[in-house]
């Protein structure tokens, strides 16, 4: 039994009890200190997104900062996003900085390198120059990515735990259609302007922001992280048995060695479950739906403006992660992955059968790579994007007048369902799955594993469509997403509502 005593309930064994009011507060403060944190997703979504305005922009205007020339060839032009992959791999070498100096630093450092990619990628006179900044911009993606995951699961209550890690990636939903957008109007040096000034915003606000507690006590300063315990948890939960939970499922990891501890069976397991569901997650061919989304309207034979599925593609994107922050602490970790990579699989079949039975699709990839040069979103005019550019598209026949919206419905039908499930949930499994004394190091093996895989994906986009054809491009994706399903359905263990190390 309970008496209410003003915003607080306290049951008659004198034991303080956590109001409604106060939990929704409490809550409420650690979204908007993971939020703060997340602010380096924005700049990861800035840096990738980036390549679509700017690839217009050194193609169709080709005018540097100071107004001299600027020629990119081709091999240069597919640099730009092979170097975000290579980048990222480099940046996982930070795991051993978050571990030794905590999560809050090492994010707020990141300021520095931060301003020097965005003046390479803004100010640098030669193509040389700019593919040095997004040499920096992919490190400091794979960082950014590796120091906010891990921060993100230490933070909140287990009850939403989930919700708020999807925080992040709102943040990257929001900046790639923020990108895309304000490419319609800026130049690609206009964007550094608007880099640096969020950078610089995010590391004044992450100031404000705790270190993790579970850090804390890993680092034997159990004094501070009960303190910060006591302003996070509700007054009811015990704060001794957390501590106590997190030293042991610690204990002996920090003496022993990275690769001892990954020799452990139960480790080794954890770690070949997270690699199969970012195989998963890059062979489902979402990323390459994101970057190559101009080239993919094109080689639909639709006569939709590709500029125009580009923005419809990551609103979709946006308004998917905005449900699948609701739907990931209903549903778990284990049914959000399954239930998304299988609607997934039924678009992409979707979009193979499309592609299969439409007689115009038979471009090659060069030709169609110099069509999307010419149509990919960019510094284009508002009246320049919501124009329909028939004969970029393809030959309008009875075929595609009746079924143009197909391709459109698939692809914002993959993004959405990706959204859910598939493009969040192994980041949010490869921080939750491993104790806080290896998390930032076992991270930056999932970040290295990821980035091989992205290129190796990315690479092969064009041979397989030429060897497969762009049906069987599609039809490949859509089985491995099957596959993706049942390793998810029997090795996925679920951790909504756990604690974690």
């Known amino acids: 039994m309970e008496v209410n005593e003003g915003d607080i309930h306290i049951s008659l064994t004198g034991k303080r009890k956590e109001s409604n009011n106060s939990r929704r507060w409490r809550y409420t403060k650690q979204a908007l200190i993971v939020a703060n944190a997340s602010q380096w997703f924005l700049q990861m979504a800035m840096f990738s997104a980036w390549n679509n305005p700017a690839s217009y922009d050194f193609i169709k205007i080709g005018t540097n900062f100071y107004g001299n020339k600027l020629e990119f060839s081709d091999t240069q032009l597919d640099m730009l996003t092979s170097l975000d992959s290579f980048g990222s791999i480099l940046g996982s070498a930070y795991a051993w900085p978050v571990s030794w100096w905590g999560r809050r630093f090492t994010m707020m450092i990141m300021v520095v390198p931060h301003i020097i990619a965005w003046c390479l990628l803004g100010f640098s006179p030669s193509p040389t120059g700019i593919l040095v900044g997004k040499m920096l911009s992919g490190v400091l993606m794979g960082a950014s990515g590796l120091c906010v995951n891990t921060y993100m699961v230490e933070i909140p209550d287990v009850s939403i735990r989930g919700t708020i890690a999807m925080l992040t990636q709102l943040e ?74 997190i030293r042991n499922e610690n ?10 501890v990954l020799r452990r069976p139960d480790i080794r397991k954890t770690m070949l479950i997270i690699l199969g569901l970012f195989i998963t997650q890059q062979f489902s061919g979402i990323y390459i739906f994101y970057i190559n989304t101009t080239r993919i309207f094109i080689d639909a034979k639709t006569n939709m403006n590709p500029n125009l599925a580009v923005v419809f593609t990551f609103i979709a994107q946006f308004a998917g992660t905005v449900v699948g922050s609701i739907t990931i602490e209903k549903w778990g970790r284990r049914n959000s992955i399954v239930i998304s990579v299988f609607i997934v699989s039924i678009f992409l079949y979707m979009m193979g059968t499309y592609s299969y039975l439409n007689p115009n699709i038979g471009t090659s990839a060069i030709e169609a790579a110099k069509m999307s040069a010419e149509t990919t979103v960019g510094n284009a005019t508002l009246n320049g994007l919501l124009t329909t550019s028939i004969g970029s598209s393809g030959p309008s026949d009875g075929f595609t007048s009746k079924w143009q919206w197909v391709p459109l419905m698939c692809l914002m039908g993959i993004v959405f369902s990706a959204s859910l499930g598939v493009e969040s949930v192994p980041w949010i499994l490869s921080a939750e799955y491993f104790p806080t004394s290896i998390r930032a190091k076992a991270q930056s093996i999932v970040m290295v594993f990821s980035g091989f895989l992205s290129m190796f994906v990315f690479g092969l986009y064009s041979p397989m469509k030429n060897a497969l054809t762009i049906p069987g491009l599609y039809f490949f994706y859509a089985t491995s997403c099957v596959a993706g399903f049942l390793f998810s359905l029997i090795f996925v263990r679920e951790t909504a509502g756990q604690d974690i190390g």
């Open 172 to 245: 990257l939903a929001f900046g790639y259609l923020l990108t895309v957008s304000l490419g319609l109007v800026l130049r690609y040096y206009h964007f550094a302007y608007v880099g640096i000034g969020l950078s610089v915003v995010a590391c004044a606000l992450n100031y404000f922001i705790p270190e993790s507690p579970t850090f804390l006590v890993t680092k034997n300063r159990e004094e501070e992280a009960r303190l910060l315990l006591k302003r996070l948890r509700s007054p009811d939960d015990d704060i001794e048995l957390e501590l106590e939970m």
């Open 251 to 260: 204990k002996g990891m920090e003496e022993n060695s990275f690769i001892s």
